[in-house]
Structures are given as C-alpha cells and as structure tokens.
C-alpha cells in the first residue's frame, strides 16, 4: 500500500498545482480582511476559510483522478491485480488528499505565524482547522466516487467542483453573521463562541467515511469492461458504508457545530473606570479599549450617566441576545462603542413610558437617535469608520462629526436640549 501511495503521490498531476492551491489559499486568507491577526480564535477560523475553495477543487481533482484509469486503459490491469482493491482505489485518494491538505496546512501555519505577536497565552483553537480538513475530506471523497462512475475528460471534474461549490455556498456555512446552513464552515470566529466536540467529530467521520466508502465500493461501481458491476460489496465497502450512516446519524443529533463557551476565569478590564471587560483572546484591543474608557469618563458630568462596567458578549455568560453586552465585529471597535453610548443613553434618560401620541414618540426617538449617534463618535474618537455605512433613522451624522469638534460648552447645550425632550415628553400614565 505504502509504494502505491508514493508512486501516486509522485505522478500525480497536482503536483504542479500545488503553488496554485497555496496561492488560493493565502489570497483568501489575507484577502478578505486581516482584522483576525493577533485574535486566535478569528485567526483559526480565517484559517479554515480557505477550506470552502480547496475542497471543491480537490472534489473535481479526486473525480479527474478517479475516471482515469478508464482513459488510460489500465482497467483490465487494475481488476487483476494482487493487491486488494480497496488498496488500489484509496491509494489515488489519498494522494489527491495530500497536497489539498499540504496546502492547507500551509496556510494554517501562515496565520499562526502572523498572529503568534499579539495572540497571547491562548495559543491555537484546532476546532475550526479540523472542521475545514472535514470539509476538504468530505469534497475528495465524494469526487472520486463520482469520478468512479464516468470515462468523462470533463464532465465529471466540473460537475464535481461546481455542484460542491454551490452547494457549500448556499447551505455550507454554520448559522451566525448572516450566514445559516448546516456547519460544515464557518466564517468568523468569535471569542464567545467554540466549535463543539461531538458535532465536530460526526463531520470528520463524514470525511473518513466517505473516503472508506470510495476505496471499498470504487472498483465496484463499473465492471472492467466500463460497465456497472456489482458482484458483491466487499467488507471495505461495508466498513465505509457503517461509518457513514454512524456519522449521518451524528450529524443530525449532534446539535450545531458552535457553542457558547464559558465564562472566562480572568476576563481582561481596563484599569480606568469606567471598566470595559473583554475576552482574554482581545487582548490586541486593550490600549484602544482604554482610550474608549477615558472618553467616556471625560463626557459631561450631571447629564450624562454610564455604568459601572461594560462587559463584551458572553464574559458574564447567560444568553448573548439581550442586547446587555458590545462585540468587536471585524476587528471594528465602532459597534462596541454604539452599543456602549445605548447604554449610557439608557442610564442617563428617564424609564420608558408609552407617549400620549405619535408626534410625541417621534420626537423623542429622534433626540434619543441624536445622543446615541454623539456619544457614539465622542466614544469611538476619530468620527465614524470609513467601511461602516448609515446610522440611526432621521440622524444628520455629518452633523454629528461636526458638532463633535465643536467646544465642549456647545455639544452640552446641543445635549442638554434633547434630553429635556426626552423628559418633557408625557406618557399615558401620567
């Protein structure tokens, strides 16, 4: 078995795509955005991204190399062979896996590499690289078990690549960040949330079982002559065959492939009050976080009212949508600070009442619209992000950027205004 791999991993046409494969992987890798390097668990899941293209690539590279004994002419020899069958077809497969996996790995330790500078003590999260080798794993074998049906120079490659390509597109992702499908990728990786063990063992015996159902059923599913031919499933085949039901049956009552991890030991919190408390993974955020805590305890004393303490998604635990925690997304700490001027919004405005009218609910909502948008540029520092869009319903931001840089005297009359809106407004109860 061993030489046979060798001979196949040697004369194998992807040796000379092999740089094509690495250069897709890093394009994707640093293409999207690089806003994961220094977070180990964004970083891990950039890392597995490239995974949604190698797999369909090598799905169509299994099926070419599959078929090609046919147009060789070597069937014949094959089906006479001393060695098992089983053997024959798996030693093919497994060079295709090969150089997938090589460049795979490549581009894994290449994040790595660039993120072990600011990434911290957690060193590497391996759930997300393993659940893009399941992927890698579960295109090749399928590919070489369709490439085992046809003769076809073309048909076969291309339905393979293009059908697992549209198909991980569209139902591949895990649920979050707009994406909903059945987990088989994921596109970020928050430090909140971790890729769960049984869910993520019943995809890479999907993987493993597809590639025992392709080398015990292979040589099975046409005849010497190019013909189907069933003359029995032999016990590799049915060894393939039981670990792809066990790994469906997995698959299904397994749950979601993420979870919501535990509350940190030692969440990391500014030393200025207020305190802003992160994951221990955002650490890279901490001088950024500590200008944001100071800007928020220079806003003017009297009118304005913030917490205590500002907690990002899940380090105190219990359910992350309730609106009570930030999240850093895509590197941007602009969410957080909008969600955390919601909350001195809240703290420094009466409790809600429903108003008399509509005009009246109007008004208010656009003051409240107002503060939030300015005490979301006077948190964040340095106006809103180039790559964020839009803002509150009704809200003027480029107004907003300008009163910003007015003096302080200025903004807390602008302020003082609108909250006395939101205070004056009269409530059905009243």
Known sequence: ?????????????????????????????????????????????????????????????????????????????????????????????????????????????????????EGGPEFWWPGYILLGLALITMCAGMGHLLGRTTKSLFAAPVICALGCLVFLGAF????????????LAVLSGYP????????????????????????????????????????????????????????????????PVRAQREVPADPLCTQGEPRICVWPEHQKYAPELEAMSARIAALPPGLIKSPAVFYEDGVRGGPLDRGHGFSIFEGQTWDAATSMAIHINEA?????????DEAANDRRLKAQFELVSWLTVRIAGGGQPAG?????????????????????AEQVAWAAARYKVVRETRCVSE
């Open 192 to 255: 909140h949330t971790v890729v769960s063990a049984l869910p993520l063992t019943a995809r890479l015996l999907l993987g493993i079982g597809l590639v025992a159902l392709a080398a015990g059923i292979g040589s099975h599913l046409r005849s010497a002559s190019g013909r189907p031919g069933w003359p029995g499933l032999p016990p590799a085949g049915l060894s393939g065959v039981g670990l792809v039901a066990i790994a469906v049956v997995l698959f299904v009552t397994a749950g």
């Open 388 to 408: 964020i869009h839009g803002g509150p319903p009704g809200v003027d931001q480029n107004a907003i950027r300008v009163l910003v840089t007015r003096p302080e």
């Open 1 to 117: 078995m061993w030489w046979i791999y060798r001979t196949e991993v040697r004369r194998s046409p992807l040796r000379w795509a092999l740089p094509a494969f690495v250069a897709v992987d890093l394009l994707v890798l640093f293409g999207r955005s690089r806003h994961w390097i220094g977070v180990w668990p964004e970083a891990s899941a950039a890392a597995q991204i490239p995974a949604f293209y190698l797999g369909p690539a090598l799905a169509g590279a299994a099926a070419w190399s599959a078929a090609s004994r046919w147009r060789s002419g070597v069937a014949e020899q094959l089906a006479a062979a001393a060695k098992s069958s089983w053997q024959i077809e798996l030693a093919p497969l497994l060079a295709t896996l090969t150089y997938g996996v090589l460049a795979y790995a490549l581009g894994v330790l290449t994040a790595a590499g660039v993120t072990v500078p």
């Open 172 to 183: 591949g992702f895990a649920p979050g960040t707009g994406a909903s499908g059945i987990g």
């Open 348 to 356: 420094s405005s009466p409790p809600y009442c429903d108003p008399v």
